[in-house]
Structure formats: C-alpha cells, structure tokens
C-alpha cells in the first residue's frame, strides 16, 4: 500500500464530492470507465512524449458514430494507446479485461514516462505471449498486484482506480477516507477507500448521481478509454516526490546509507519497504536487487524492491501420461459392467433394446422371451445372450453374464478382429432395468504392460517455494511436499521431484520412480491393468 502524502479535507469529500463531479457523469453513463483493445506496446520507456498522427480518414469505427466517447476514442487511438478491432468495430459497450486496461495504461506510460525494467522477471500467470512485457512492466512498476491480478476477468471500477493511481506513482500519507459519501463502499478496505479517495480528487474517476460508486461494476471500453484520456492530462504534472530507480550496489544498515548505482543515499528511520510486493523491512534487502524509491527532503521514504524473480511466479510443469497398461500388440476385449439392480429378472418383454458392435450399425433386440418369468439374473443374462446373437448373426460377438455377488449385468465382447478396437454401446428403454447406460465400453488393442506417467519441468524456481505433489489411483492417495530454492534448474527440480516420491513408502511400494534430466517417470510396477492415475502438483 502506497504511504499516502497528502491529505485529503473531510469537507472536499463530504460537502462537494458528488456536486463537484457530478458534471463528470453524462446521462449516457460517461462516468469515467472504459477498456482498450491494445496489443502491448513493446517501448520500454523513453521518457520522452511520444505524439502519433492519425489521419482522421482512417477513424472509420462503425459502430463509435455518434457515440458519447466517439471524440474521446479518437484521441486514444491517435495516440496508439487504444485500438479498434479488424472488422473496423470498437465495440465501445464491450467489458474491458483486466488485461486490456493495463495494456491501455502501460501505453501509455511508456510513451510518457522512464519505467523499471528487468529482463530476468517472470510471471507464472496464463497470458498470450503478447502481453508478456505489458504484465511484466506493470508488475515490476507496481502498477498492479499479482495476487489481485486476473488476466481474463472483467476490469472493475475498482480494479481501474488502483490502476490509475498507481500509474501516477503516489506517495502520499494521512488521508482521511472516512467522509467518502458513498452509500455502497461500506464493504471496501480502508486501502481501497484510500485509493479512491485519491481518485477522486484527481478528477480521475466519479460517483453516480444517486451518491454511489458501484466499485464492482464492470468498465466498458468506451468507459476505459474516458479513464485512460483523464490520466493522460495527470502524467508528469502531479508532484509525488523524486523517484531514484536502479540496482542496489551496497547496503549500509547502521548508518542508514542505500546506494542505488554509484549514489549514495540516507534512508527514513520510519521507511516503509516492500519486496515483491509485500511489506518488509529495511535489513531485508539484499545487494543486485531492482529497486524503485522514493525520497523526499533527500531522504528515502518508501522502497519497492525485487530480486531477479518474483515470489509469485510458479515453476512450470506438464504431466503426461505414457501407458495405461496395454501396448500395442495383443487384443483386450471391451467390457461393460452396469450398476447393482433391485430386480434381476425384469420383465423386458415391452422394452427396447439395441446394440452396436465395434461402432457398426445398431442392431435391434427382440425381448419378448425376457418377460419376468426367468428364475434368476443368470438366466436373463442366458435369454439377453442369445437375443443378441439372433440380432446380430454371424457378427454375434457378445458374452452376456450376471454378477449374483455385486447383483450386476455384464456384457462382454469376444474374439473381437484383432486389427481394430472392440466396443459395446447398448441404447433403449431396456437399459435402466438392466443397469445399463448408453456409453461406449471399449477394449485395447494390446497386451499387458505397466501403466506409466511423466512430469516434466519446464522453467528453473523464480523464488523459493514449496510444492505439493498428489498422487493417487484406484489404491492408494498419497501427497509429498518438495521445497525448491530460488534459481533451481530444471533438472535440479526434477531430482528433488524424485526424491520426495522415493522417500513415500505406498507410492514407491507401487511405482518405479525414474529421473532422466528434468523428467521424472512414474511406471506402475503391476502389468495389465489401468490404474487411473491422477498427478497433480500445486503450490503451498
């Protein structure tokens, strides 16, 4: 949370808050959202203002005529922040992601402004290899939480105040949140009314008429592009202190002395510092960490830091299954077992039935001899066997049993060609009375092997880090724990990995565990039968 640095009046809040920006709400809703169709602008920051000229003939959006934001978009666009979609749409009413406002937002600072960079950062998130620069200078810029931080969600009003904000870089203190004449914040933290608080008196954002915010309300594009066009007018002219961005070559802790680069710098007693993004303490830094601070009356106030990663990125993994029992030699029969019935002599006689073998033509199945007067489930599994084979002639292939223990029908294909896979699919009103379902039961086309699994490690350990790895089958449920150190390799990963399920008694009883540079193999040390493995690995 930023250390806020200038107050804010109860009165300001209070008395002219709504009147004040009441002007800033049109009956159309333009209340200062929006969203930005933006590829990442690769630029890592040059300072300098960069002016894009548009010939006007090319603003051509179909659907932005006459639209309230239809000036305010052209402006965005002229200045390459915001783009239209290749249909030569905006879709202006469209919920901007999470994502899209802060391609908006770092499109525009990197036009404007000197951002921190760091070619060593990774983020663990699921994002399209476009916007891997825009998140990785937002999150290295604090401009945005990781933890708060959902590519593909809908941008909030909320979400967007913080963006705004923290693209301004504030540093700021006593601010009094507590006049906030809003009727529907009452569930907002005390940072999050701060922010908003700040917000508003930057002119950044607005309340609707009926003294609301509706902070969880999603941004339009049109909404975004009102947002980002107000911080445009509010970068570089809004005194927050001077920021000092580099590496720290040297840290002195008694004497209170941080040297970022060749310069030397005193340091606050009351310094507030957070390291990858969570609040911290000044003996915590380290030499060759990034480092944005902060001073004010020569002295370093507040101290952003990372090392070469962040804490919250994630090793990547891929799980893939190898066998699942069978190879490709010999032939395994398809077997379909229904559940446990209340009678097992059912009267079929006015039932349907029908059957398909190997995926070929469904045949029909004459039951009019299953009529309930059978002595037992083995005799209706006798009659249903030779129904079934009257149905399909010199296809018939199917054994027909009944399970007197487990009171269940079996169904059984047999002497199947060897060249394709064998299957049963029973359809019709029959099947409930037997236990039945309408899926397809198939066989394997091999013979008895060991199942097999494997986990690769596809990145070293951007921090350090626990995992839990759960490994579970039709016998056994077992979790391990692997502690991984900042900057592990692969291969280091994949050895710990190992280890920890070697040193689990029931998995390593089960499987053989194998390493093989950044894989680890899992193979089941019984032939011929499909265990339904499950891996699956998650950070603690």
């Known amino acids: 949370m930023k250390a806020w640095r200038q107050k804010i009046l109860p009165t300001i809040l209070a008395g002219t808050l709504t009147v004040s920006f009441a002007a800033a709400v049109s009956a159309k809703g333009n209340n200062g959202n929006g969203n930005g169709n933006g590829n990442a602008n690769k630029q890592k920051g040059n300072g300098h203002s960069k002016e894009v000229k548009v010939d006007s003939r090319y603003f051509q959006f179909t659907d932005l005529k006459k639209h309230w934001a239809e000036n305010t978009v052209k402006v965005m666009v002229d200045k390459s922040i915001i783009k239209g979609y290749p249909d030569h749409t905006f879709r202006p009413n469209k919920p901007v992601t999470q994502l899209e406002a802060l391609t908006m937002v770092i499109n525009l600072l990197t036009q404007n402004e000197d951002l921190l960079t760091d070619d060593d950062f990774y983020y663990g998130g699921d994002i399209p290899d476009w ?40 540093d700021f203190e006593d601010v009094d949140d507590s006049k906030l004449y809003f009727g529907d914040i009452t569930s907002l933290t005390s940072e999050e009314k701060e922010y908003l608080s700040y917000a508003l008196l930057q002119s950044l954002v607005a309340g609707y008429e009926d003294k609301t915010f509706k902070p969880n309300k999603p941004v339009t594009r049109a909404e975004m592009a009102v947002f980002v066009n107000r911080l445009l007018g509010k970068v570089g002219q809004v005194d927050f202190g001077n920021h000092v961005k580099g590496t720290i070559s040297d840290i002195d802790v008694d004497d209170e002395e941080l040297t970022i680069g060749s310069k030397t710098y005193e340091v606050a007693d009351d310094v507030t510092v957070k390291i990858n993004g969570k609040s911290s303490s000044f003996d915590s830094l380290s030499e060759g960490m990034k480092i944005d601070a902060i001073l004010k009356d020569g002295e370093i106030r507040t101290i952003y830091a990372y090392g070469t990663s962040q804490e919250y990125g994630e090793v990547k993994f891929a799980i893939e299954k190898i066998s699942d029992g ?56 006798e009659a249903l066997e030779e129904a079934i084979g009257r149905a399909l002639g010199k296809d018939d292939r199917v054994e027909v049993s009944f399970d007197s223990k487990q009171k269940r029908f079996v169904f059984q294909t047999d002497n199947s060609p060897d060249d394709e896979v064998p299957s049963i699919k029973l359809a019709g009103s029959a099947l409930s009375d ?34 839990i790895i759960k490994v579970e089958d039709e016998h056994l449920e077992e979790t391990v724990e692997v502690n991984v150190d900042d900057n592990d390799t692969a291969e280091e990963i994949a050895d710990k990995i190992a280890d920890a399920l070697k040193d689990n008694n029931e998995i390593y009883r089960a499987y053989k565990v194998e390493v093989d540079d950044e894989t680890v193999t899992l193979t089941s040390r019984e032939n011929g039968e499909d265990l339904g493995l499950e891996i699956k690995i998650s950070k603690k």
């Open 434 to 467: 037997l236990g039945m379902d309408n899926k397809i039961a198939e066989g394997h086309l091999g013979k008895d092997a060991a199942e097999a699994w494997k986990i690769t490690v596809k990145s070293k350990a951007p921090a350090d880090q626990k995992y």
């Open 131 to 170: 916007a891997e620069d825009t998140v990785k200078l937002a999150l290295v810029n604090h401009i945005v939480d990781a933890r708060e931080f959902s590519p593909n969600k809908p941008a909030t009003r909320l979400f967007v105040v913080k963006l705004l904000v923290n693209a301004l870089g504030a």
């Open 326 to 381: 069978y190879d490709s030699d010999e032939l395994d029969e398809a077997v379909k077992t229904g559940w446990e019935v209340r009678d097992s002599t059912p009267d079929l006689s006015d039932k349907t039935m029908w059957i398909s073998l190997n995926g070929g033509t469904a045949r029909s199945i004459d039951l009019s001899e299953i009529d309930g007067t059978q002595k037992n489930g083995g005799d209706v599994a």
